[in-house]
């Protein structure tokens, strides 16, 4: 079945960088985009941008332009979102979704299970 | 502050109908399609409805949605007590060029 696993919990400091990834199986990784949704403490859902895992694109929500970016290996089905200068605000629950469709008709159907990023001194 | 609206709460009893409302703008609701996302306590979202009111495999005939104009809702008929979770309605948005959430709506079965 389709299922995206990502990376464990982590722990960083203020201005460090986290990467977490997202290992995709069950359906060819390439025929879907792989998006970022974050999730405060008691927050609703944010998203934050998408990577077309065939071409490479890509495209960031305003906020976190500059300081998101969002690869891939296409060998081991595997997408990678790293956010740097890392404050505390940005201490959340990082899922990784599939997208399918088109701007008109866009969804996320398939999610992982969520990473835990704590951002402390 | 969310670019889609949603009320923050909603309740009912077991066997009830429930709506939850969506509201957007021309660039997203008014031009492309709602999706609905469930998230049970503690646990990742779970696509519920796509384009508009389509339910994906698995999803039980008792949640329906429905869009008009630059609007949207979610009805769950026959209320669970299972179905107590946070409800979020999104969309792509053309202004942004991405895809915009509801604030979310906590559903509780009375």
């Known amino acids: 079945q389709v299922q995206l696993v990502q990376s464990g919990a982590e722990v960083k400091k203020p201005g460090a960088s986290v990467k977490v990834s997202c290992k995709a199986s069950?359906?060819?990784?390439?025929?879907?985009?792989i998006n970022w949704v974050r999730q405060a403490t008691g927050q609703g859902l944010e998203w934050m941008g998408w990577?077309?895992?065939?071409?490479?694109?890509?495209g960031y929500a305003q906020k976190f332009q500059g300081r998101v970016t969002m690869t891939r290996n296409t060998s081991i089905s595997t997408a990678y979102m790293e956010l740097s200068s890392l404050r505390s605000e940005d201490t959340a629950v990082y899922y990784c979704?599939?997208?399918?469709?088109?701007?008109?008709?866009?969804?996320?159907?398939?999610w992982g299970k969520g990473t835990t990023v704590t951002v402390s001194s | 502050q969310s670019v889609l609206t949603q009320p923050p709460s909603a309740s009912g009893t077991p066997g009830q109908r429930v709506t939850i409302s969506c509201s957007g703008s021309?660039?997203?609701?008014?031009?492309?399609?709602v999706n609905w996302y469930q998230q049970l306590p503690g646990t990742a979202p779970k696509l519920l409805i796509y384009?508009?009111?389509q339910r994906p495999s698995g999803v039980p005939d008792r949640f329906s949605g429905s869009k008009s104009g630059t609007s949207a809702s979610l009805a769950i008929s026959g209320l669970q007590s299972e179905d107590e979770a946070d409800y979020y309605c999104?969309?792509?948005?053309?202004?942004?060029?991405?895809?915009?959430f509801g604030g979310g709506t906590k559903l509780t079965v009375l």
């Open positions: 979704a599939t997208g399918r469709g088109n701007s008109l008709d866009y969804y996320m159907d398939v």
């Open positions: 069950g359906y060819t990784f390439t025929s879907y985009d």
């Open positions: 990577m077309n895992p065939n071409s490479g694109n890509t």
């Open positions: 021309s660039s997203n609701i008014g031009s492309n399609t």
């Open positions: 384009s508009n009111n």
């Open positions: 999104a969309a792509w948005d053309d202004n942004l060029n991405g895809v915009v």
